[in-house]
């Protein structure tokens, strides 16, 4: 498969064309069939030898489904991030590293700053993550000067939170990049107008805060017995609502691979989210499965390619 541009029509080609039919139905079939241009890259993926999966299974999903870049984000309890690094040496342009450290060590800015020399694009934090001593915003100021982005973890109510949107103010040049769909799910919003997770998406009013958008199989619930489309219609508005606040150039998908392997499925997970914004512009179903993250991350390149993420700037 070229690493240029694939268009929506070659994306649905063969089997993934069956199996998007299957699950969506002909009338998406029939809009996505019309040729669109799209790079795809996948903000949210884990790879190591010591946990989940290594990184070939990860390039097998990616070619398997005409995604060209992706977004290596440690995982929690890891600190060692030589496997990521590695990754990048062995397939230039394809990965970027956001990487974790011990941040309970007064020297976390410090060992922050040389893994950024050596590469790392981010950092993943979580939400409640303080420094020791004097600043407790040490680590967070760090990556600001460092110039790095931050994949931000938390559970919905932590987003939620006023010290948390203290903390993001106090940052305004550090990209901080909301997990999961900051932890919204259908079960913690069981209120029709889902005060929860609009308190968490009103986040968006910091220009520096951008949002994963997950696989649906996070936040919908399956249906069982099993049926075409795979999840209780109607499904909870998250994705609407998101679009609303933050708008395309903020918001990126992600797999959450491997674990999503025991959700839905890489393939679902890229082609059911898609489907939900199949009344959105080409341009910001273009920003949302690839330019944001590419535009965020320009290290994202392969030899050959000839991309101006610029067009994709919030
Ligand atoms: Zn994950």
Redesign the pocket.
């Given at each position: 498969m070229s690493e240029k541009l694939v268009s929506r029509r070659d994306l649905l080609k063969g089997t993934v064309a069956a199996t998007a039919a299957m699950a969506t139905g002909c009338a998406w079939m029939g809009k996505v069939g019309k040729a669109r241009s799209m790079l795809i890259a996948d903000s949210?993926c884990?790879v190591s030898s010591t946990w989940y999966e290594p990184v070939e299974t990860l390039l097998f999903q990616m070619d398997q489904n005409d995604v060209q870049h992706a977004l290596l984000?440690q995982?929690m309890g890891q600190v060692d991030n030589d496997y990521q690094a590695r990754c990048l040496e062995r397939f230039p342009g394809r990965f970027a590293s956001i990487v974790m450290v011990d941040t309970t060590q007064p020297d976390a800015p410090d060992t922050l700053a040389k893994l950024a020399e050596r590469g790392a694009a981010g950092v993943r934090l979580s939400a409640g993550t303080r420094s020791p001593g004097e600043d407790p915003l040490a680590i967070w100021r760090k990556a600001e000067e460092l110039g790095l982005a931050t994949s931000c973890a938390g559970g919905a109510d932590q987003f939620a939170s006023d010290e948390f949107a203290a903390l993001v103010e106090a940052v305004p040049d550090l990209p901080i990049i909301i997990?999961?769909l900051g932890g919204v799910k259908h079960r913690n919003n069981p209120d029709p107008l889902y005060p929860l997770a609009q308190k968490v998406f009103a986040l968006a009013r910091y220009p520096n805060t951008y949002i994963k958008i997950p696989g649906l199989g996070e936040f919908c619930v399956r249906n069982m017995p099993v049926t075409d489309f795979p999840f209780a219609k109607p499904i909870p508005p998250f994705l609407e609502m998101v679009y609303e606040a933050f708008g395309p150039a903020r918001m990126m998908w992600g797999s959450?691979y491997p674990?999503v392997s025991g959700r839905e499925g890489y393939r679902n997970s890229l082609l059911l989210t898609m489907a939900q914004f199949e009344d959105k512009p080409e341009t910001a179903v273009e920003q949302i499965f690839g330019g944001t993250v590419l535009a965020l991350f320009p290290t994202l390149q392969r030899s050959g390619d000839d991309l101006d993420a610029t067009r994709f700037k919030p």
């Open positions: 949210h884990h984000i995982y997990e999961h959450d674990p």
